[in-house]
């Protein structure tokens, strides 16, 4: 979900306020009209439009560890496109621009799948088999040494078997994979192998044949380039490092300000119908006031009553309220920090006032919000209810506050005055109140709250493990494959091997049980495991899952085509469809 780590299917949420609620349930969307001579004559020229993020852009590789958020994985939607990517509605959409791909047998699971023969990079190299081979060394976990947020599915293929110049290949699978229609390489993970294979000084050929053998060692600069390459550090990467494989491609990236997307001359679909598209990096409290300056035409700020306030009351601005597959919730290191002792985690759950939290921060946007009972299937989703049966209730054992009872455990544990670290990611108004509300009332159990909000949490803390609690929200979808390593037993607790389970949380029975469900392709089947795996993750209190998000967007009337979108691709799905009329 929205935060960024780990699978491309999961992504953490650095947004603070991209999500949505079952009582948003539809959309809520409505238009002031612009009057003569209003605000909206000022905005920007008819060859650019502008929208606001929260977060600077830092990589051009959104698939690894560290990098795995939608400050990438956002912009990119239409710079690195695949065979698939979630469309209208968050829905599973097959890229057709891109290739094609269909199931040919069920015993054994076997995908086969063609690229364009048109499909070329921006530089003009053929998009072929050896950025398929890229795709299938770092994703299957095959090959030591490259960070991949998610092997999901991957781990259990064979590895293609395809050529150089080869524009086809076929995924045979070891065993059934629920979610394999979104398995193939999708929108932003199909990279470069052309520039990758350099590194090493391979040819294509001496490159495929290196990632069919997982020679690591021949590979070795390659996937260090890989990990670290791309990463952004106030500026892009040179040009010939960053080519694009859809209707744009990135053009300049100015420290602190923006991402600047120009039209990709070599794209071979339907071209990008605006020249020039810029993203703002505007924080979420100041985005409202950005679009009523027109500095820019679309935001996606956090809600809250007083920013939809301000937003209904611009002349020509469409406001959309929506449901998000994105929640907020409490993620334990239970690798090192005091959270380690679980009495402590549940004394932590018995006074953190969730309901609180919900009637103060969500309430005035969505007033049917509730507090959340599951973490892997949203509200709005219709097996919620049938999922929080088979998990036994949805940790009705916390759903009340309990001061006196978490102060006994605190004292049983001995850690009266115990330092609690909460970490996440700022400038975040809404999670600095969260915070200070848990603070307010966990300090009455006997814990010490501090406050360690940082702007660079993801960037360093995080993957460090430099917290003992962190305060997020993972961005998703339906696929159930989705988080399935936000709760595996990682490898090692590094940065590197951590997935999206950055606490380090491990259950061999939710290992087998993530495994049993990835492998169930009856959709009705999968409730009762989800149901499964819930309940023991509030048995051992792996998180504490807090409110759904109610995502909220608005727009200039004068930019067309834009369309929310609930799963973690963001509203620049569609970009290369935006247009002023």
């Not at 490259?146 to 050529?163: E, H, M, R």
């Not at 990835?518 to 048995?539: F, R």
Request: proline share 6%; glycine share 8%.
């Amino acid at each position: 979900m929205f935060h960024a780590r780990t699978s491309a299917k999961f992504l953490a949420a650095v947004a603070g306020g991209a999500l949505l609620l079952s009582a948003c349930a539809g959309n809520d969307s409505t238009t002031k009209p612009a009057a003569s001579g209003s605000a909206s004559a000022s905005a920007p020229a008819a060859q650019t439009i502008t929208y606001a993020y929260e977060q600077e852009f830092h990589s051009y590789n959104n698939n690894t560890v560290a990098e795995n958020a939608t400050r990438n994985a956002g912009p990119l939607q239409r710079v690195l496109t695949g065979f698939w990517f979630y469309g209208d509605k968050g829905a599973i959409t097959p890229d057709k621009d891109f290739g094609s791909y269909e199931k040919t047998s069920d015993n054994p699971l076997t995908v086969e799948y063609t690229i364009n023969d048109k499909a070329v990079w921006s530089d003009g190299t053929p998009i072929d088999c050896d950025d398929v081979m890229l795709w299938w060394g770092w994703k299957s976990g095959k090959i030591k040494g490259f960070s991949a947020s998610d092997n999901s599915g991957i781990q259990d293929t064979k590895v293609p078997d395809c050529d150089k110049g080869g524009k086809k290949f076929t995924l045979v699978y070891s065993k059934p994979f629920a979610d394999w229609v979104a398995n193939g390489p999708g929108a932003t993970e199909f990279l470069p192998a052309h520039v990758v294979a350099k590194q090493d000084g391979l040819s294509e050929e001496d490159f495929i044949a290196a990632v069919k053998a997982t020679d690591a060692k021949k590979l070795a600069k390659s996937i260090k380039f890989f990990n670290n390459g791309w990463v952004s550090e106030g500026k892009l990467p040179a040009e010939e490092l960053i080519p694009s494989s859809g209707p744009y491609k990135l053009s300049k990236m100015d420290a602190g300000q923006s991402l600047t997307f120009v039209a990709n001359d070599k794209w071979w679909g339907t071209p990008a119908a605006t020249p020039t598209v810029v993203e703002r990096f505007i924080t979420l409290d100041e985005q409202a006031q950005a679009l009523q300056n027109r500095e820019v035409q679309i935001v996606e700020p956090q809600p809250g009553p007083d920013v939809v306030n301000q937003l209904k009351a611009i002349e020509g601005v469409k406001v959309d309220i929506a449901d998000q597959y994105t929640y907020e919730h409490l993620d334990f290191n239970v690798d090192s920090s005091p959270f380690k002792d679980k009495t402590l985690r549940e004394a932590f759950a018995k006074c953190v006032p969730r309901q609180l939290i919900v009637d103060n921060l969500i309430k005035p946007v969505a007033p049917e919000a509730k507090v959340l009972e599951i973490r892997n299937v949203a509200p709005f989703q219709a097996n919620h209810a049938t999922v929080v049966a088979a998990s036994g209730g949805g940790g009705s054992a916390y759903a009340q506050q309990d001061i006196e009872g978490a102060k006994a455990l605190v004292e049983k544990a001995g850690k009266t005055g115990v330092e609690i670290k909460i970490g996440y990611q700022t400038p975040n108004p809404r999670r600095s109140a969260a915070v200070q509300l848990i603070q307010d009332s966990c300090n009455k159990a006997g814990f010490k709250i501090v406050d360690k909000g940082s702007e660079d949490f993801f960037g360093t803390v995080m993957p460090s493990n430099g917290y003992d609690v962190a305060l997020f929200a993972w961005a998703g979808s339906s696929l159930v494959s989705g988080w399935a390593s936000t709760y595996t037993t990682p490898k090692k607790c590094d940065g590197e091997n951590k997935g999206n389970n950055n606490g380090c949380y491990s259950n061999k029975k939710v290992d087998e049980l993530i495994k049993k469900l990835n492998a169930t392709v009856d959709i009705a089947a999968q409730d009762p495991i989800i149901g499964e795996i819930e309940k023991i993750l509030w048995e051992d209190l792996a998180t504490i899952p807090v409110f759904q998000h109610p995502g909220l967007s608005a727009w200039d009337e004068a930019v067309q085509n834009v369309v929310p979108n609930p799963a973690q691709s963001t509203i620049t799905w569609n970009m290369d469809k935006w247009s002023l009329a």
